[in-house]
């Protein structure tokens, strides 16, 4: 058996200014929604093009956030079958089926997390890129039947290998094509200047997250995907913000001086590991107490790093959010994400690499065409697949999962 201590993750103290910034970005969603049509609202994808309807003065609320909420709160495995119920399949993304579920029967995590709130805005615009999976692109048109208001958005070219000028001016002019729209809507011209500072916040917020991230190459490393799923809040609701870089310096600073004290996320770092997929969000504790305590500390991943967009330039703002929210991992082909983890493993010095086989997304599942058999031939580090899924706890079994990851270590004990 694998040796289990009583080793949990250390507390981030920056998380209580995080909690603020995050309260803050809520009530003022709120504050929108609540005030007659003052401040118009748009629903945006988690990677869509939020610095344009940031410069346009929309207050701007992700679903994928609300979703993950009611994953961590483990209100989403109830709330999916509403969704079913009206044809939306249980094997399509359980982010989909648990916000629309959440919808139909009138419950929200933000209503018992920040007191006063009862409901998410109601949008005047949903806007959308399908860079990451169609479902968005139902999700959202759902909303926008249900409210009667336009759901608009950008068609991503998709497994991309190289990506090349004519994408980029493909995906520029579909960004340019939304604007008519959104200035009919915000009634207001977009002022170019203020979305050359949006996207130079977003700039400086990707730069400061990738900053952060890296400080897990350090041994022992100062903090664990667990901690950077809660931690990317800020890149992913207010990015385009000063307040996220401002909370992103204080982030830094303290894993900076974990790193100068040698001081560690996971207490007695045995093993480094890779996550690659999305997080069990209705787990997070247990999976990182059950790492932990068995001195493995899973330190990188490929859905905290797609919070990381190199290519923002605030003086060509939309033809470079166009090639950063091409450039993305999960726009991209099995040969470009294969290198990039290949990458990651030598950047972060991995023993083990964790796949997250997520029963309802596809699009963030790379273990379904041989990958990780491939990786490990060519790398010789091994891999342990997880069944599971982000949202629907049906899918999840614990005690296999427990099982698979002691026996795994164990298996990294032997080779030791
Ligand atoms: S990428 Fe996956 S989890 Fe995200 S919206 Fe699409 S199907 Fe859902």
């Known amino acids: 058996m694998a040796e289990e201590n009583k080793s949990v993750r250390k507390k981030i103290q920056a998380t209580e200014q995080m909690n603020r910034i995050m309260a803050d970005y809520f009530y003022s969603l709120n504050e929108a929604g609540t005030s007659g049509g003052r401040q118009k609202i748009a629903w945006c994808t988690s990677v869509g093009p939020a610095e344009l309807l940031r410069a346009m003065g929309f207050a701007v609320h992700f679903p994928e956030n609300h979703a993950a909420m009611l994953g ?234 797609s919070w990381i967009f190199p290519s923002f330039d605030g003086s060509d703002p939309i033809r470079s959010m166009a090639k950063a929210y091409l450039e993305l991992f999960i726009v991209r082909s099995d040969a470009y994400k294969e290198q990039y983890i290949r990458e990651m493993l030598t950047k972060f010095r991995i023993d083990g690499i964790i796949y997250h086989d997520a029963k309802t997304c596809p699009y963030n599942s790379n273990n379904r065409y041989g990958m990780p058999q491939r990786l490990e031939v060519e790398t010789g580090i091994p891999a342990l697949v997880i069944p599971g899924d982000l949202n629907d706890l049906r899918c999840v079994s614990d005690e296999q999962t427990k099982t698979n990851v002691e026996a795994f270590i164990e298996q990294l004990e032997e080779g030791n």
Request: aromatic share 10%; charged share 20%.
């Open 72 to 305: 961590a709160t483990r209100l989403a495995t109830d709330l999916i079958p509403a969704a079913n119920a009206i044809g939306y399949s249980p094997d399509i993304c359980s982010y989909l089926t648990s916000d629309i579920g959440s919808y139909l029967k009138g419950v929200t995590p933000l209503a018992k997390a920040y007191p006063g709130i009862e409901t998410v805005p109601r949008p005047d615009v949903l806007v959308y890129n399908t860079n990451q999976c169609r479902d968005v692109q139902d999700w959202f048109t759902w909303f926008a039947r249900e409210f009667r208001v336009p759901a608009i958005g950008i068609t991503s070219p998709k497994n991309v290998n190289d990506v090349t000028e004519a994408h980029i001016d493909d995906v520029a002019r579909q960004i340019e094509s939304l604007i008519p729209t959104l200035e009919e809507i915000a009634g207001t011209r977009l002022d170019m200047n203020r979305l050359r500072e949006t996207v130079a916040l977003s700039r400086e917020c990707t730069e400061l997250w990738k900053r952060v991230l890296e400080t897990a190459t350090a041994s022992p490393a100062p903090l664990t995907f667990f901690d950077g799923t809660i931690h990317m809040g800020p890149a992913v609701v207010l990015r385009g913000t000063q307040e996220a870089v401002d909370y992103y310096r204080v982030l830094l600073a303290e894993l900076e001086q974990r790193i100068a004290e040698g001081s560690g996320a996971v207490e007695g770092e045995r093993f480094r590991f890779y996550w690659d997929g999305m997080p069990v969000w209705g787990r997070l504790r247990q999976h990182s107490e059950l790492f932990s305590s068995l001195g493995a500390n899973v330190l990188a991943s490929t859905y905290c790093s």
